[in-house]
């Protein structure tokens, strides 16, 4: 059993960063894939980011190539999202997830076995 925890939301205005983690524990990540959901107001759920933690491949969704950036610190079993350049349409509750998928299933929240319980991101002047 994996258990993932999110930290790192808040309000931030326009063009602001934040860098959000989700840290593991009960079971190392390192068979896993991680990755980063959101879910706006009023939206469905949506894939954001993902890694592959053996071989580091990673996955970005359009809206957020070249702004957004996903990495792992291995001493601390944990995953970053450093996100730069928010926008409005970035508001939402973001979620992490881990799971053992095969690469082609990344973007799919159904991949994916164990959720944290997500953290809020506000971009509001």
Do not use: H
């Not at 326009?14 to 107001?41: D, E, H, K, M």
């Not at 970005?60 to 702004?67: A, L, P, S």
């Not at 957004?68 to 979620?95: C, G, H, R, W």
């Amino acid at each position: 059993q994996v258990q993932l925890v999110e930290s790192g939301g808040g309000l931030v205005q326009p063009g602001g960063s934040l860098r959000l983690s989700c840290a593991a524990s009960g079971r190392t990540f390192r068979n896993y894939a991680v990755g980063w959901f959101r879910q706006g107001p009023g939206k469905e759920r949506e894939f954001v980011a993902a890694i592959r933690w053996s071989v580091r491949d990673t996955k970005y969704t359009d809206f957020v190539k070249g702004r957004f950036f996903i990495s792992i610190n291995n001493a601390k079993d944990t995953v970053y999202l450093q996100m730069n350049s928010l926008k409005p349409e970035d508001t939402a509750l973001y979620y992490c997830a881990a799971g053992i998928t095969i690469w082609g299933d990344i973007e799919s929240a159904s991949a994916y076995s164990y959720w944290g319980q997500g953290t809020q991101v506000t971009v509001s002047s």
